[in-house]
């Protein structure tokens, strides 16, 4: 079954540590995103990554990092610096192309709620 | 630079009645555009998507939408409402080396 897993579904965290969501893929995709949402907004891009090992700033970089290491897979890490963590994150990836009619396909989502 | 505008925040159907959201585009250049469902919870799930070929495209569950780029529309219809149908719809453009999503419309649908 092909798809892109994300775990944990919740995570819980106090204020002041870093946490680190996966994103696993098996669809044999180039790119990958990160994505923030908050309630009764869309969705707000935070990194997203075209190859392994390159990877650039969304909207909304400030406060979180990323690595890709392997085209499978596409950690974020929310760091202390990020003031209001608490929300739903949401992994995609897609064919990377240049003619700019790629579909992304989206994990799950980890939900995150930051004490 | 391309941006897209749900026009309706929230839409409220009867069931077995026609769905219609409204979403316009703006893009300087040939875009393609994208329906999205999202129910509660869960991971967006693509419903169709439109490409510069068919201006009428068909998705899954019933849906279709219309490219219109004279109006530059691309509104999401289905003849007849279901129950399962309440979700967060999301229209998206194609941007350079992303996409930009609209803020969402939710479909409620009553009984």
């Known amino acids: 079954d092909g798809g892109i897993t994300q775990s944990p579904k919740y995570l819980f965290r106090k204020e002041g540590q870093n946490v680190t969501l996966s994103c696993e893929q098996n669809?044999?995709?180039?790119?990958m995103y990160w994505y923030r949402q908050d309630p009764g907004q869309g969705l707000r891009l935070i990194y997203y990554?075209?190859?392994?090992?390159?990877?650039q700033k969304g909207d909304i970089a400030e406060g979180y990092s990323v690595s890709r290491e392997k085209k499978e897979s596409f950690p974020l890490t929310v760091t202390s610096a990020q003031k209001n963590p608490t929300a739903f994150y949401l992994c995609?990836?897609?064919?990377?192309?240049?003619?700019?009619?790629?579909?992304?396909?989206f994990g799950p989502g980890t939900r995150l709620t930051v004490t | 630079a391309q941006s897209v505008t749900q026009l309706d925040s929230h839409v409220s159907v009867s069931e077995g009645t026609p769905v219609l959201l409204r979403c316009n585009y703006s893009?300087?250049?040939?875009?393609?555009l994208f329906w999205y469902v999202q129910h509660p919870n869960k991971g967006l799930q693509l419903l169709l998507k439109?490409?510069?070929?068919?201006?009428l495209v068909k998705g899954i569950n019933g849906f279709e939408a219309e490219f219109k780029k004279s109006e530059t529309s691309f509104h999401l219809t289905k003849p007849s409402a279901h129950m399962s149908d309440a979700a967060e719809y999301f229209c998206?453009?194609?941007?350079?080396?992303?996409?930009?999503f609209g803020t969402g419309t939710r479909l409620l649908v009553s009984p």
């Open positions: 995609a990836s897609s064919i990377y192309g240049t003619s700019g009619s790629y579909e992304q396909y």
């Open positions: 669809l044999n995709h180039d790119a």
């Open positions: 990554s075209q190859i392994v090992n390159d990877f």
């Open positions: 893009s300087s250049y040939s875009p393609s």
């Open positions: 439109y490409t510069s070929a068919a201006t």
């Open positions: 998206v453009v194609t941007g350079f080396q992303k996409l930009v």
